[in-house]
C-alpha cells in the first residue's frame, strides 16, 4: 500500500505559513476588486460605456439644426443646458448597459458556479454582497464620470463652433454632469439586486431592463392617477432629473427614491442569500 | 476534527442525509464511501455552510464553519471542480480568494507550484480539462494551509499519475496532522488511500470503522494447490475449518492460517504449487454493506450503462 501511495510529484505541502491571515471586510474588498477587474466582460462593457457617451453626444451637435444651437447661444442659461443634454443624452442608452452589467456582476457568479467558492471564504455571506455593491457602485460612478466629462470635452469645441459656449464651473452644467454619473451608479445597484435577488443572469437582466423600458410604457396606457403618479416614482422617471433636470422631484428627493428602490430589492436579497443554499 | 451530531438534510420530500453521526479525527485519511446520491457531497457542502442543514449540526474544530475567525485557515474545500467563473484565469481565481482572509499572492503562487499548474495559471479557466480544475480546486483548497481538508470526489478526471499524486498528498497531509476527509465511490481508491472509512447509503451511516476492520468484516480464505490436494484436505478436517474444493488440484480454505496449512503439508510431505492469502475486497465489503442503500440500481440483465446518474449532474 505504502509504495503505491508514494507519489514521485509529492512535494511539502507547508512551504510558508500564513499565520496572520483572518477574514476580513478589507480583505473581502480587495477580493471582489479583483473580481471586477479581471473578467473582461466588465472591461468591455465599461469601454463601450464611455465610448457610446461621447458617440450619442457628437452624433447629436452633428445632427442639431442649426438654428436651434443659435438661439442656446444667445443666452447663458440655455447654453448650459444644451452641453448638458448633449454630454448626457448616452445615459440614455447607457442605463442600459449599466444595467446588463450590474446584473451580470451578481448573476455571473451564481451561473458558473463561481458563487460557492466565494461563499466557502466568505462564509458569512452578506460580506460579499456588501462589498460587491460598494465597489460595483463607486467603479460605475467615476467610469460614468469620465464618460460625461469626456463627452462634454469633446462636445465643447463643436458646440463652440455653432455659437454655443457653455462654462464647466457653472453649477448648471457640472451639477447635472455628476447628476448623469450618480444616476448610472444608481440604476446600476438597481439592476445589481435585482441580479442577486433572481440569481440567474436571463432573468434578471430582462427584470432590470423590463423596469427601465417597459414598465414606464405599460403605465403610461393607465389612465388613473395613480399610474401617473406611479408613473413619476419610476426609477428610471424620478432619477432623469439628476442630469436632465425637471420632473417632479428636487434632485436630492430623486436620489432618496432611488435609495429606495435599491433598497426594494436589497432587502429580500440579502434575507434570501443568507438562507438560501448556495 | 470534524463532529456532526444528527445531521439532516431534506430537500423537499426527499432525505438526502438522515439524521448522520460521525467524528473525522485528525492525522487520519477519513473516506466518505457511498454510491451516488448517498449523501456525501450534501454533507460536505453542509459541514462548510454551503448548505443549511435541516435539522442538527456539524462543527470543525469545536464550531460551525462560518463562525472562525478564518475559515480558510480552519478548512479547505474542494467541493465541486467547476465553482469557477470561466471567464477568469486560474492565477487571478486564486488571488481573488486569497485576498478575502489577507494571504500573500507568494502563497498563491506556491499552491500553483504544488499542484503542477504553472503553464496554464494564467489561462482562463473556462477552456481547463476536469483534470486541471480539480488541480485548481485542490490549490484553492490549500491556500489558507488549513488544518482540515476537505475533498469530494478529487480523483475525479484526473489521468493516472494525478491519481496517484492525489492519494500521496491525502496521505500526506494526514501525516502532518491534519484532518482529512475525502469521498469518493470507487471502493479501490479508498482501499488506497483511507485509514478509516464511514460508509454512507441513503443519507445514513452504515459503517463507520478502520478499512483494516471493514475488509476484515468480509473474511479471507486461503487458496491451496497441491496435486496431492486430497491428503492436506484431509487433515483440515476440524468444525471450524471449512474446505471447498475448487477443482482436482486446488481447494480454498476459510478458517486456517496459511502458516498452519504450510505446516501440515510438510508434515505430511506433500509438494505444495501455491498457499495464496486471498483478502476480501472492499468492494465485496461495500457491497454487502450498500446492498439495500443503492438508490439507483442497474437493470440486472439489460447490460446498459450505469443509470447511476451522479447527483453532481442531477443537481
Redesign the interface.
Known amino acids: ?1 505504502s509504495a ?8 511539502r ?6 499565520p ?5 471586510f478589507t ?2 474588498l ?3 476588486w ?2 471586477l477587474t ?4 466588465t472591461v468591455w462593457a465599461y469601454a463601450i460605456l464611455i465610448a457610446l457617451q461621447i458617440g450619442m453626444g457628437a452624433l447629436l451637435v452633428l445632427t442639431q439644426p442649426q438654428e436651434l444651437t443659435a438661439a442656446a447661444g444667445a443666452d447663458p442659461a440655455a447654453a448650459a443646458q444644451a452641453a448638458v443634454q448633449v454630454s448626457t443624452l448616452g445615459i440614455l442608452f447607457n442605463q442600459l448597459v449599466i444595467s446588463v452589467l450590474g446584473v451580470l456582476v451578481i448573476t ?2 451564481y451561473g ?13 455571506r452578506l460580506p460579499v454582497l456588501w462589498a460587491k455593491a460598494l465597489l460595483f457602485g463607486v467603479t460605475s460612478f467615476v467610469v460614468g464620470l469620465v464618460s460625461v466629462l469626456a463627452s462634454y470635452a469633446v462636445t465643447w469645441p463643436m458646440l463652440q463652433a455653432k455659437g454655443v459656449e457653455s462654462d464647466l464651473a457653472d453649477v448648471e452644467v457640472w451639477g447635472h454632469l455628476v447628476g448623469a454619473a450618480g444616476y448610472l451608479a444608481l440604476i446600476g445597484l438597481v439592476a445589481f439586486f435585482i441580479g442577486a435577488l433572481l440569481r440567474h443572469t436571463a432573468g434578471g437582466i430582462a427584470a432590470a431592463v423590463g423596469l427601465l423600458l417597459v414598465v414606464p410604457s405599460v403605465i403610461s396606457f393607465i389612465a388613473a392617477d395613480w399610474a401617473s403618479v406611479l408613473a413619476d416614482w419610476l426609477p428610471g422617471s424620478a432619477g432623469q432629473t439628476l442630469f436632465f433636470g425637471g420632473g417632479v422631484f428636487e434632485p436630492w428627493q430623486s436620489v432618496l427614491v432611488m435609495l429606495g428602490w435599491i433598497a426594494l430589492f436589497a432587502v429580500p436579497a440579502a434575507i434570501l442569500m443568507r ?1 438560501r ?2 | 476534527m470534524i463532529e456532526a451530531t444528527s445531521l439532516t438534510k431534506r430537500y423537499g420530500a426527499r432525505t438526502a442525509v438522515d439524521s448522520v453521526d460521525f467524528t473525522v479525527r485528525p492525522g487520519q485519511v477519513t473516506g466518505f464511501l457511498g454510491p451516488n446520491g448517498a449523501g456525501k457531497s450534501t454533507t460536505m457542502r453542509m459541514i462548510v455552510g454551503l448548505d443549511r442543514p435541516t435539522s442538527g449540526r456539524v462543527t470543525v474544530n469545536g464550531r460551525p464553519y462560518a463562525e472562525h475567525r478564518a475559515p480558510l485557515r480552519e478548512v479547505g474545500a474542494l467541493l465541486d471542480a467547476k465553482a469557477v467563473h470561466t471567464g477568469r484565469s486560474a492565477r487571478n481565481h486564486l488571488r481573488a480568494i486569497a485576498a478575502t482572509h489577507g494571504i500573500p499572492v507568494r502563497r498563491v503562487d506556491e499552491v500553483i507550484g504544488l499542484t503542477g499548474l504553472e503553464s496554464v495559471a494564467r489561462k482562463r479557466v473556462g477552456g481547463f480539462s476536469l483534470g486541471m480544475g480539480q488541480r485548481l480546486g485542490i490549490a484553492a483548497a490549500l491556500l489558507g494551509d488549513p488544518a482540515t481538508l476537505i475533498l469530494d470526489e478529487p480523483v475525479n478526471g484526473l489521468d493516472p499519475e494525478g491519481v496517484l499524486w492525489v492519494r500521496g498528498f491525502a496521505r500526506q497531509l494526514a501525516a502532518e496532522g491534519r484532518t482529512v476527509l475525502l469521498s469518493s465511490h470507487l471502493m479501490s481508491e479508498m482501499a488506497l488511500t483511507a485509514d478509516h472509512i464511514i460508509v454512507l447509503g441513503k443519507g445514513r451511516v452504515v459503517a463507520n470503522a478502520p478499512v483494516a476492520d471493514i475488509l476484515g468484516s468480509t473474511g479471507g480464505f486461503v487458496r491451496v494447490r497441491s496435486p496431492r490436494i486430497d491428503e492436506i484436505a484431509g487433515r483440515l478436517g476440524q468444525p471450524d475449518i471449512t474446505v471447498t474444493s475448487v477443482d482436482a488440484t486446488t481447494i480454498e480454505v476459510r478458517g486456517a492460517r496459511a502458516e498452519a496449512i504450510g505446516d501440515v503439508a510438510a508434515a505430511l510431505g506433500v509438494p505444495l504449487h501455491e498457499l495464496t492469502l486471498v483478502q476480501g475486497s472492499l468492494e465485496d465489503a461495500y457491497l454487502s454493506l450498500t446492498r439495500d442503500e443503492v438508490e439507483y440500481r442497474t437493470g440486472a440483465l439489460t447490460g446498459e450503462p450505469a443509470a447511476a446518474v451522479t447527483e453532481e449532474v442531477a443537481r
Open positions: 500500500m503505491a501511495t508514494t507519489a514521485p510529484a509529492t512535494a505541502v507547508t512551504l510558508q505559513p500564513v496572520d491571515a483572518r477574514l476580513r480583505g473581502i480587495r477580493s471582489e479583483i473580481k479581471t473578467l473582461r466582460s455571473g457568479e458558473t458556479g463561481q458563487i460557492r467558492s466565494s461563499l466557502t471564504a466568505v462564509p458569512t438562507r443554499d448556495a
